[in-house]
């Protein structure tokens, strides 16, 4: 799960160009890390890409915190 979280955190860093001390598993991806509707698109494709994994847009939708990606990606992989 720490490798999950690490891989998550880079991502929303290099993408987003957020601190990484801003990227908490409680920090919600609009309000705290300024993710919009076209950061998300393109923060769905990175985890798709990143851990060869589909997520269907009805998922995606539910992906509101940092924590709901970690817990979502890990499901996937397990």
């Given at each position: 799960m720490?490798?999950?979280?690490?891989?998550?955190?880079n991502i929303l860093t290099v993408t987003m160009g957020v601190?990484?001390?801003e990227v908490t598993s409680d920090a919600h991806l609009s309000k705290d890390l300024g993710v919009d509707s076209l950061d998300?698109?393109?923060?769905v494709m990175e985890f798709e890409q990143e851990f060869d994994i589909r997520?269907?847009?009805?998922?995606?939708?539910?992906?509101?915190?940092?924590?709901?990606?970690?817990?979502?990606?890990?499901?996937?992989?397990?």
């Open positions: 720490e490798e999950i979280k690490e891989k998550i955190k601190a990484d001390t998300f698109a393109e923060l997520i269907p847009f009805e998922e995606a939708e539910m992906l509101i915190y940092v924590k709901d990606v970690e817990e979502y990606v890990a499901k996937k992989l397990s």
